[in-house]
Antibody
Framework: QVQLQESGPGLVKPSQILSLTCSVS??????????WIWFRQPAGKGLEWIGR???????NYKSSLKRRVSISLDTSKNQFSLTLDSVTAADTAVYYC?????????????WGQGTAVTVSS | DIVLTQSPGALSLSPGERATLSCRAS???????LAWYQQKPGQAPRLLIY???SRATGIPDRFSGSGSGTDFALTIDRLEPEDSAVYFC??????????FGPGTKVDI
């Protein structure tokens, strides 16, 4: 059973960099059937896709975040990471790492528990 | 950009009743790459339906998805109190690559 676990600081100052890591257990991040994804959800609001990465290709990012975001894979640690530059209060949210499966029509079938990030001085 | 609209915004029903949730896309959804998720307070979303009508592993057959193109629906038969949650539809393959509807809150 694949499990995902986010880690990173819960508080980030405005204009600084938000960095989160997702540790994958029970499955290999090198699987060609899966994409590894970051989402976020501000309190009381809907879900926003941030970006995704696959072992064989370049990452894809939401266009409105593209100039600030980077997602990378660390196959040696079976982890993937998110960095978001120049954060503002608008980046305050619960951040989820997740997995989509090509054999499920790219449905997102595994989610981390989420980690709350607050941007505040 | 592809926009998903869900209706109703909220629904209050009794145990044993049927819920029908609608999801409408501003453009045709690629290859019916439409999924439904259930999210309870303080929890991550859970995949219910993928490919518009296929149930994910472990999802009871009370949950069913239908539709194609721009109009999709999630039906929940024989509602149980544990079905109280927010339900999101999600498309894959458009622009942005992944988008969610605003959700329907179901109260049993």
């Amino acid at each position: 059973q694949v499990q995902l676990q986010e880690s990173g600081p819960g508080l980030v100052k405005p204009s600084q960099i938000l960095s989160l890591t997702c540790s994958v257990s029970g499955g290999a991040i090198t699987s060609t059937s899966h994409h590894w994804i970051w989402f976020r959800q501000p309190a009381g609001k809907g879900l926003e896709w941030i970006g995704r990465i696959h072992v064989s290709g370049s990452p894809n990012y939401k266009s409105s975040l593209k100039r600030r975001v980077s997602i990378s894979l660390d196959t040696s640690k079976n982890q993937f990471s998110l960095t978001l530059d120049s954060v503002t209060a608008a980046d305050t949210a619960v951040y989820y790492c997740a997995r989509s499966s090509s054999f499920l029509s790219f449905g997102v079938d595994v989610w981390g528990q989420g980690t709350a990030v607050t941007v505040s001085s | 950009d592809i926009v998903l609209t869900q209706s109703p915004g909220a629904l209050s029903l009794s145990p044993g009743e049927r819920a029908t949730l609608s999801c409408r896309a501003s453009q045709s959804v690629l290859s019916n790459y439409l999924a439904w998720y259930q999210q309870k307070p303080g929890q991550a979303p859970r995949l219910l339906i993928y490919g518009a009508s296929s149930r994910a592993t472990g999802i009871p057959d009370r949950f069913s998805g239908s539709g194609s193109g721009t109009d999709f629906a999630l039906t929940i038969d024989r509602l149980e109190p544990e079905d109280s949650a927010v339900y999101f539809c999600q498309q894959y393959g458009g622009s942005p690559l992944i988008t969610f509807g605003p959700g329907t809150k179901v109260d049993i």
